[in-house]
């Protein structure tokens, strides 16, 4: 009887050491996740590109022509150098200008020899116009002068930037009419004659009108512009009617070396409709 019990016993405890010596069988979930680890071991970790963020280059008006001189005292000594040019919004929205106007010379080394804020813009601020419409080219006027001292210099760059703007109501409905050449004077200048006719059918508060004037090659040489406001008022100017007319008779300051030239006046107006 004791050595059926000792078998027994015997044969329990060989199961019992079985059981736990043997390594158990992995379930299903176990295999996947264990595959899932290794595989993610192998793969080198990724790390992201930084967002890059976009950068905009400031707007800009485009130089289309330009005409640079000597200006000189009566007396012969030179006075400083001038340029004239005619600048264009090549965008299809208006834009004004932002900040100062100034002007970046440099000498022919390409080092910058002066910054000048004797830059005159042609856009109408006399009338209340201080924005540039879509593509419109207006006149500039800067002076390459550092208070009696001439500054020698090759290239020339606008040191400002434009935005964009709302546009303001405008009219370019008008008939001009020119009595032939500008003729360049002994002091440096060049008078236009002629009329202008409002042909449009709303009320304007004010008109400028805008000179181009070119050689007999066809180069351009000097830039001008002229206000016309309505009939004085108490406390201000009376609108532009329709139909109204003006006289137009304007100088227009030119390089004294083009005296006794016939220059070509090439004449624009834009008028800003009353509200």
């Not at 000097?222 to 532009?240: C, F, K």
């Amino acid at each position: 009887m004791r050595s059926r019990n000792f078998a027994v016993f015997f044969s329990l405890l060989v199961l019992i050491v079985s059981a736990c010596s043997a390594p158990a069988e992995p379930t299903p979930t176990q295999a996947i996740a264990e595959t899932a680890t290794s595989a993610a071991t192998l793969e080198p970790s990724a790390t992201p590109e930084p967002e890059q963020t976009p950068t905009t280059a400031p707007l800009q008006l485009e130089v289309v022509e330009s005409y640079q001189y000597q200006a000189y005292y009566t007396n012969g000594d030179p006075i400083a150098q001038y340029i004239d040019a005619v600048v264009r919004n090549p965008f299809d929205f208006a834009v004004d200008i932002t900040g100062l106007p100034t002007a970046l010379l440099f000498n022919s080394a390409g080092e910058s020899v002066l910054r000048t804020q004797g830059v005159i813009i042609y856009e109408g601020s006399f009338i209340g116009l201080e924005q540039i419409m879509p593509g419109e080219s207006i006149g500039i006027a800067i002076c390459a002068c550092n208070g009696r001292t001439t500054v020698e210099f090759e290239t020339w760059q606008l040191d400002f930037d434009i935005q964009e703007i709302a546009p303001i109501r405008v009219s370019t409905d008008f008939d001009i009419s020119l009595d032939g050449f500008a003729f360049a004077d002994q002091f440096g200048e060049a008078s236009i004659h002629g009329a202008l006719r409002y042909t449009g059918d709303q009320p304007l508060r004010g008109i400028i009108v805008r000179i181009f004037l070119r050689d007999a090659d066809g180069k351009f040489v000097a830039a001008g512009q002229l206000a016309l406001r309505g009939d004085r008022i108490q406390g201000g100017y009376a609108n532009i009617e329709p139909g109204a007319t003006f006289d137009l008779f304007h100088g227009v300051s030119v390089d004294a070396a083009l005296k006794g030239q016939n220059l070509i006046p090439e004449v624009s107006a834009i008028g800003i409709i009353a509200e």
